[in-house]
């Protein structure tokens, strides 16, 4: 079945540093989500991206989707201790109706 | 209640028995997801429910996992004969049908097994 291959698996920072984590897929994807889960938490919707290198921005996230739409990014700037979790790019799964998360980039944050 | 709420939050079991979880989705959603993560993974896929469509069951890891779904809303996962390989924290999703709506979580429920 199809599947994301997600990087870094972890990242520890200085805060006020730059993150960016990447989602990588051996076939054209549809479209793509991306989650965020805080330690202790459930995973809680952050973005959704569709078009052929398409970038959207949240405050300091920044999202991507690859003109070939078989990767995508999150990059966040000034990381700050609420960026703290683990994020997760989930895309569509073939024509299932299904999302397929990837296994997730743990970020940590040192104040 | 305006959110995905599952219950127990916590389930304590031996080795053995049978359990199960419960998901209340939000009112309206049609599409149904049931997630296992085990501590410090990602979310392994188990259950989809789609509107009045056949349930894709391709994630149930063995046929000791089932899951059904009353009236098109509240979701029961059933553990039999439960292992301790089990013990994990299980999530329920919710939205309307379709991987371009955004799905909302329940807080999940943490089954240990002893």
């Known amino acids: 079945g199809q599947q994301v291959m997600q990087i870094p698996q972890y990242q520890h920072v200085q805060e006020g540093e730059d993150f960016t984590t990447y989602c990588n897929s051996s076939?054209?994807?549809?479209?793509i989500q991306w989650y965020k889960q805080r330690p202790g938490g459930h995973p809680v919707f952050l973005i959704q991206?569709?078009?052929?290198?398409e970038v959207k921005k949240q405050k300091r996230l920044t999202f991507q989707f690859g003109e070939a739409k078989k990767n995508s990014s999150l990059h966040i700037t000034a990381t700050q201790t609420t960026d703290v979790g683990t994020y997760f790019c989930?895309?569509?799964?073939?024509?299932?109706?299904?999302?397929?998360f990837g296994q997730g980039t743990t970020l940590q944050v040192k104040p | 209640g305006a959110g995905v709420s599952q219950s127990p939050s916590n389930k304590v079991t031996e080795k053995g028995k049978d359990v199960e979880l419960r998901c209340d989705p939000i009112?309206?959603?049609?599409?149904l997801y049931w997630y296992r993560q085990s501590l410090g993974q990602g979310l392994e896929f188990l259950i989809y429910?789609?509107?009045?469509?056949?349930?894709?069951k391709s994630g149930l890891p063995s046929d000791r996992f089932s899951a059904e779904r009353t009236g098109g809303s509240v979701s029961t996962l059933t553990i039999q004969r439960t292992q301790q390989e089990d013990s994990a924290v299980y999530l329920c999703?919710?939205?309307?049908?379709?991987?371009?709506?955004?799905?909302?979580f329940g807080p999940g429920t943490r089954l240990t097994v002893t």
């Open positions: 989930a895309p569509e799964g073939g024509n299932t109706g299904k999302l397929i």
């Open positions: 076939t054209t994807l549809s479209n």
């Open positions: 429910f789609q509107g009045n469509s056949a349930p894709d």
């Open positions: 009112s309206g959603h049609t599409a």
């Open positions: 999703a919710s939205t309307f049908t379709g991987a371009l709506y955004e799905q909302y």
């Open positions: 991206l569709v078009k052929s290198g």
